[in-house]
Nanobody
Framework: QVQLAESGGGLVQAGGSLRLTCAAS????????MGWFRQGPGKEREFVTF????????YYADSVKGRFTISRDIAKNTVYLQMNSLKPEDTAVYYC????????????????????WGQGTQVTVSS
């Protein structure tokens, strides 16, 4: 059973940056397909970004494209989310998610494609 733990959230001013970390334990990290999702106040959980098991394929939501970057360090069993040029609308609880099953085409943006979830980390962007 894979456990995921996010860290790195906090309070930042608009235009600032944060790097979130998702540490995996208890499973075969090297074959995990990983995603980041977020849930803002009163909103549904939404897709942010995805990275495949070898780090070659990456996809981003339009709202974060060009500002956020996902990466992974297989040796450290860790996935990162570098967030730059943050906006107040980026305020949310950010969750990392993983699955050992390669998501079918375009399903990587669906919460149902993932089997493992972290507890979330709060990101607050002030204006």
């Amino acid at each position: 059973q894979v456990q995921l733990a996010e860290s790195g959230g906090g309070l930042v001013q608009a235009g600032g940056s944060l790097r979130l970390t998702c540490a995996a334990s208890g499973g075969t990290f090297g074959r995990l397909y990983m995603g980041w999702f977020r849930q803002g106040p009163g909103k549904e959980r939404e897709f942010v970004t995805f990275i495949n098991w070898n780090g070659i394929s990456k996809y981003y939501a339009d709202s974060v494209k060009g500002r956020f970057t996902i990466s992974r360090d297989i040796a450290k069993n860790t996935v990162y989310l570098q967030m730059n040029s943050l906006k107040p609308e980026d305020t949310a609880v950010y969750y990392c998610a993983g699955t050992h099953v390669s998501p079918a085409a375009y399903t990587y943006s669906s919460t149902g494609a993932y089997d493992y979830w972290g507890q979330g980390t709060q990101v607050t962007v002030s204006s």
